[in-house]
């Protein structure tokens, strides 16, 4: 390839990187952080009833209870099953959901702020989602230019394929970490630039195509995709929910519920839909249709559907690693690690060859693990009061900014240290917060993770603040 070519590959894969570093970094971090966002929500309600399987008299009986609480008018009702990667159950309408019992009891009402926000930071970046999700999705697409662009400008990618040089100047080091984390997880990275894109220009896709060819009818053109609702004419009755759940065990024995839906509730037009995860296919699931009374209509043919349809309604599990349990989400948690860190270093390359501007430096590090510290606080935040997260959460990180131009102290070990510290607190308020709850598996999951990062990073913050006026000390002294 010419040199020429390479040259401009890499312009292109700088400014990319830079202008769009700090929405890449958030959205990474956020992402790599809801990769276990079903076990945030154990994590924030850790003393709720968990099981492994429920009985279809005891759906019956959590829906029936649900709906006499909440008459209000809703036009879909869920049941989520303890089988669905959440083992609990859980009734809810288009408003509210609260948590039920094995035998069905209502138990309390679902709280899970705090991981909606992270979940919507990493969809929308906490903005209205009909244009937050287009800007996320573009940012996928950048994903994959800078991906592509950082192969074409790699002089010596077969030699340089495992170089890692650990002596001479940190930068060296760092700049080849970039090109391993880089070259070694491609495919992860291409995978979640491609579903991160689709999922904000579908719906953008979906209308051009629809004014192109169907004469702007865009429900035509996603019957093409998504199979239509059926046609139904029924009376209009509470839905037979036992009865679905029920013929479950003899239509797909082998499959996991996943959830139940409602919808259209309360017309002639309401039918039930069960979500059923198929063995051995990526897609998220397989759609089993009954009307109002619970007899079986048919399946909505994902799971036998063409190659095209499969691979759309594959996109969620693609993307979030949802396809293996614990061991694939692991798996995206470090692939996610190394993107996170991929948009840090390759800030920090940028830095040092502008000779490592002092208040660009601090504002970068203010805003890295400053993030750290406003989610943790948020959390915290979340667990003690009332207020909107959202805000309480950009509030924090404008005041990391703010602090990063304010006092220059605030080096980047330091900030490292701050977002250890935040951590940490995190975990002793929930400890204090919850009692005898945070000594539950599902508290515990996420909390041993957490002390162990907030004591690391407030070690090793504290390790390089020495290492940095050691070498400020020595340098002095050599100028002598």
């Not at 719906?203 to 009818?217: E, K």
């Not at 349990?325 to 800030?347: E, Q, R």
């Not at 924090?396 to 602090?403: E, K, N």
């Not at 131009?405 to 002793?428: D, E, H, N």
Request: charged share 15%; aromatic share 12%; glycine share 8%.
């Amino acid at each position: 390839m010419k040199k020429e070519t390479k040259q401009n590959a890499l312009n292109a894969h700088t400014w990319m990187g830079v202008f769009l570093s700090v929405g890449l970094y958030l959205v990474c971090l956020s992402g790599t952080l809801a990769v276990f966002y079903q076990e945030f929500e154990r994590w924030e309600q850790p003393e709720i009833t968990e099981m492994e399987t429920v009985s279809s008299v005891a759906v019956e009986r959590a829906m029936s209870q649900f709906m006499s609480a909440h008459p209000e008018e809703t036009d879909h009702y869920y049941v989520v099953f303890p089988t669905s990667g959440i083992p609990r159950l859980v009734v809810e309408n288009d408003h509210i959901a609260y948590f039920a019992d094995k035998d069905g009891n209502l138990i309390t009402q679902e709280n899970v702020l705090f991981t909606k926000m992270l979940v919507d930071l990493h969809l929308y970046l906490n903005l209205p989602a009909s244009w937050g999700m287009i800007l996320v999705s573009i940012l996928g697409a950048i994903i994959c230019g800078l991906v592509i662009t950082g192969i074409v400008a790699h002089k010596r990618i077969t030699k340089d394929a495992f170089k890692l040089r650990r002596k001479g100047s940190g930068q060296q080091y760092q700049t080849d970490l970039h090109n391993r984390f880089g070259l070694w997880a491609t495919p992860f990275h291409l995978i979640i630039g491609v579903t991160g894109a689709y999922f904000g220009m579908a719906g953008v896709l979906l209308t051009v195509v629809a004014q192109l060819y169907y004469d702007g009818d865009r429900d035509a053109v996603s019957a093409q995709i998504f199979t239509p609702d059926p046609v139904l004419e029924q009376a209009i009755a509470l839905p037979n929910v036992e009865k679905a759940v029920a013929q479950m065990e003899t239509l797909a024995p082998d499959s996991q519920p996943l959830f139940l839906t409602v919808h259209e509730a309360n017309t002639s037009d309401q039918f039930i839909e069960i979500f059923a995860k198929v063995p051995g296919k990526l897609i998220y699931s397989e759609n089993y249709r009954f009307d109002t009374q619970g007899n079986y209509l048919g399946t909505a043919g994902y799971a036998d559907g063409s190659w095209g349809k499969q691979a759309v309604y594959a996109m969620y599990r693609l993307h979030f690693g949802d396809f293996a349990g614990v061991p694939s989400k692991t798996l995206y948690f470090v692939l996610g690690m190394m993107l996170t860190a991929l948009c840090i270093s390759g800030m920090e390359i940028w830095l040092a060859k502008k000779a490592n501007p002092p208040m660009a430096c601090r504002l970068w590090a203010a805003m890295v693990w400053g993030s750290i510290g406003a989610l943790a606080l948020t959390a915290v935040v979340d667990m003690l009061t009332s207020l909107p997260l959202v805000g309480v959460f950009w509030v924090l990180l404008l005041a990391c900014i703010v602090s990063a131009v304010t006092l220059p102290a605030m080096i980047k070990p330091r900030w490292q240290q701050f977002s250890g510290l935040c951590v940490f607190t995190l975990v002793v308020v929930y400890t204090l917060y919850h009692g005898k709850g945070s000594l539950n598996l599902a508290a515990l999951q996420l909390n041993v993770p957490l002390m162990v990062y907030g004591l690391w990073a407030m070690w090793r913050g504290q390790t390089l603040v020495k290492r940095h006026f050691y070498h400020g000390i020595q340098v002095k002294a050599e100028g002598v």
